[in-house]
């Protein structure tokens, strides 16, 4: 009867909306019969999707309509000895990934950097940013706009923070186009990513503004901030926290671990610069992403801020003496040890895993993921160099299950 009833409903609308049950229903049975549901939807067994550790009522605030977990395999590089101001020490490094040969070639840059004496880590900036668009009749409304807004910094200061006990707005800055004017509300929001805080924040303020200036309307998003989008801007730093890392490599390492030579890396490094001038890229980095992701997913960071985080410069110099420097920058590294994913599960024990979870512990994470990329820049620099790359690939990145079986038996 009741199918009889719903037919002539499914005619009029095709479209069938997964069940929401009790508010996103987060219970371990509704989140079993919404997968139920997905089930008969497609004829697909989801044994593994439905495996999981973490208390589902847990995963409120972090995904809608939920029906399981993904699983990625996770690996562990190291040892990565490292001299910040914030992470001293050895760390072995979680990385949740499927690319075969990711985990090993991070491994050996974390070796051969531990071998030369560990990791000079340094974090120059941490804050993170809000840009909104303000809206004005004409290009004098705007100017006069600009030059009075910093005069009225306290009082958006006190309208701003007034929505949160952590999120600090450390300065306003103004960029007018036309008769438009874009203000980057920037801010310290501790160990928190804190984009969903200082949004909020920035809202009240914008509000205040409007009513007290002669703007007649803005947009809360103007693009400017970047906020996982890559940009030029991103290079000065501002969004999330601007680190630097580097290690001084004599040439006997180079050659017993990278196979290669600082000079060869050096003249590799001016050639492929040359590639990314062509290419019209946004700095330069050999694989920023692939170590950003493993541990962004590991440590339960935002994913998506892999875009902003990926932009940087790497860079090798060879010293008077025939040795090798190395460096990254990281300007716009947006991590976190406290919201967000970050207390689920897994992410919990990865973070305990290199001592970064919860309060106090962001600027040291931030070290270790520069360091980290660090150790990738260097193993694929080598393998380059060293034409060692696709040998690499075909010993530990090929998914060959029936093959490796068949040595394992032999």
Not at 130 to 145: G, I, R, T, Y
Not at 255 to 284: C, E, F, K
Not at 305 to 317: D, K, L, W
């Amino acid at each position: 009867m009741l199918n009889s009833l719903l037919e002539p409903i499914a005619r009029v609308n095709p479209v069938e909306l997964v069940p929401r049950m009790d508010a996103q229903g987060y219970k371990s049975g509704e989140v079993g019969r919404r997968r139920d549901w997905i089930e008969m939807k497609t004829g697909c067994r989801l044994t593994h999707v439905g495996s999981y550790s973490i208390p589902s009522e847990l995963m409120r605030g972090n995904i809608e309509n939920p029906i399981g977990v993904a699983q990625t395999p996770l690996g562990v590089a190291g040892p990565l000895l490292i001299q910040g101001s914030y992470a001293r020490g050895n760390y072995y490094v979680p990385m949740a990934t499927t690319e075969g040969a990711l985990v090993r070639s991070y491994e050996r840059g974390m070796v051969t950097l531990t071998r030369a004496g560990g990791v000079s880590a340094r974090v120059y900036a941490d804050e993170n940013r809000v840009s909104p668009v303000f809206l004005f009749d004409d290009v004098d409304s705007a100017h006069d706009f600009v030059g009075n807004l910093p005069d009225e910094f306290e009082a958006i200061r006190a309208e701003a923070e007034s929505t949160t006990g952590h999120g600090k707005l450390l300065r306003i800055e103004c960029h007018p186009i036309g008769r438009e004017v874009i203000v980057n509300f920037c801010y310290f929001t501790a160990d928190a990513h804190g984009m969903n805080m200082i949004v909020k924040a920035t809202e009240r303020a914008c509000r205040l503004i409007v009513s007290q200036t002669r703007a007649r309307g803005f947009y809360l998003f103007s693009g400017f901030s970047s906020e996982k989008r890559a940009s030029g801007s991103l290079l000065a730093g501002g969004k999330g926290k601007k680190v630097t890392a580097g290690a001084l490599i004599g040439k006997t390492l180079v050659r017993s671990y990278l196979h290669t030579s600082p000079d060869r890396l050096a003249d590799m490094w001016r050639h492929t610069v040359l590639g990314h001038l062509q290419a019209n890229a946004i700095g330069y980095n050999g694989h920023y992403a692939n170590g950003l992701a493993a541990i962004f997913i590991a440590c339960g960071q935002d994913v998506a801020n892999i875009a902003n985080s990926a932009v940087g410069i790497t860079n090798f110099e060879v010293t008077d003496d025939g040795d090798l420097y190395a460096s990254v920058t990281v300007p716009s590294l947006t991590v976190a040890t406290v919201g967000g994913g970050t207390g689920l599960g897994t992410s919990r024990e990865c973070l305990e895993m290199i001592g970064c979870a919860g309060d106090g512990h962001a600027r040291k994470f931030a070290e270790i993921v520069a360091a980290s990329l660090l150790a990738g820049e260097l193993s694929m620099a080598g393998a380059i160099a060293s034409a060692e790359f696709v040998e690499a690939h075909e010993t530990y990145g090929r998914n060959r299950p029936a093959e490796m079986m068949l040595d394992d038996e032999r």
